[in-house]
């Protein structure tokens, strides 16, 4: 049952949707001219840049998708009055609003939790990229906005090279390995439904699966199996959810504690020379890199952030380019 608004926690919520409006539209006028130059649907308008306003606001090819970072004290009325004010800031009528929960600590990671079975999809784009989206179904939305630049970087980088896309999500890092002219590419996530997803993203963009293959398997066991088989790549992504499970062997994997071991087998799938770019979005994350054997070492995180992510008290994401 849904408790009534007292009239000052109304005046409240109304005054933070002004202020988020506002926000809103003034960032929207700054950015979307010049994302629309490079075709790019996908940016973000708003992340906690209030305090009191725990909302984060992305625009996806003319939809809004607001999300709320929920507390214990979150009442059921916010969200939606936070997200009406935005979408009326913008012009957007309410069936391209779309509301989203978020919540700390959910120790899965948010990548594979599904509450909706709309099905929806919505094709964005990114420059000469095409990749599906679905706004309803899901927390996460099957593209992150901030490795845009990341993404760019492994493009500028993949000519002629074999590379490996860990904990592959929706294939995005391999549809721009393959636009660079990757030579051959291995994208793995445990996953069914991501790696489905991915498939009609690479269809979407001209990939042949025959040279660029999806394999569903654990990240360990797979790397495990590739060493065995001795098989190299020249370039890899390795971009972990900050926890997860496997149902069906409940193997844990935390990537605090995890991610040196994580590191040390994908070296052992590397070409001498070989690049790794490592990234997470873990807020409290310390490296452990010191025993890898890896020859150069460099963290790119400022390089990787787009401008509609920075200006955060933290960053979206940290990462770090290896040298093998």
Known sequence: MMTTLDDTTRQRFENQARMLANRVRKRFNHLHRRFAKRGIDVFRLYDVDIPE???????????LVVGEYARR????QWLPLMGAAAAEALGL???????????????????????????????????????LVNLEDFVDTGLFADHRETRRMVREAAAGKTFLNLYAYTGAFTCYAARGGAAASVSVDRSETVLNWARENFTLNGLAQETHRLVQAEAFAFLKEEKRRGRRYHLAVVDPPSYSTTRNRNIAFDILKDHPRLLRAVVEVMQPGGVILFSTNHQAFVPRFQHLPITALEEITAATIPEDYAGRKRPIHRCWRMTV
């Open 93 to 131: 009528p309410p069936e391209k609003l779309h509301l989203k929960t978020r919540v700390a600590g959910a120790q899965d990671g948010e990548r594979y939790r599904r509450f909706g079975q709309s099905e929806s999809r919505l094709v964005v784009n990114e420059g000469d990229l095409s990749f």
């Open 73 to 76: 004290q979150s009442l059921p």
């Open 53 to 63: 306003i725990r909302a984060v606001v992305d625009c996806y090819a003319g939809h």
